[in-house]
């Protein structure tokens, strides 16, 4: 099963565009939800530059893909505005419903959360993930 590595460019140092995308050798990764093969996610995880980034927070390895994915997921979740950042991005990115995203980007505020919705949302229409 893939692995599901997130890629913050906002909180790289110095901050890179939201739409940035980072490579490590051949394993290159968009801004948002990155799948990964474990080999490939092995590779990463041994490149000198892996710790560097990790530390700062701009990757996140979230664990395995689910083999199958709930369209509904958090699709009852009325906004975000009652999450912390990190939760509010989680949850953003365990959403493949687009029209929830989009209600909940119609009403958030913090450039972090908006950014994350963005992103997905782009991910999504555009199938990448």
């Known amino acids: 099963m893939p692995a599901i590595v997130i890629f913050y460019p906002d909180r790289c140092i110095p901050k890179m565009h939201e ?9 290159l990764l968009t801004a948002g939800t990155n799948k990964l093969s474990p080999e490939e996610l092995q590779q990463l995880q041994i490149h ?8 700062v927070g701009a990757l996140d390895i979230v664990g395995e893909q689910p083999a199958t994915i709930d369209p509904l997921a958090n699709t009852e979740i009325i906004d975000l505005l009652q ?24 009403v958030e505020q913090r450039t ?3 950014t994350s919705l ?11 993930i």
Do not use: C, H, M
Request: hydrophobic share 35%; net charge neutral.
């Open 112 to 114: 972090k959360i908006r």
């Open 83 to 106: 999450y912390k950042d990190a939760d509010a991005i989680k949850l953003v990115n365990n959403t493949a419903d687009i029209s929830t995203l989009e209600s909940w980007l119609a």
């Open 118 to 128: 963005n992103t997905r949302i782009t991910q999504l229409k555009t199938g990448e």
């Open 48 to 55: 000198p530059d892996y710790q560097r980034y990790s530390e």
């Open 19 to 27: 739409t940035a995308r980072l490579g490590f050798d051949q394993i």
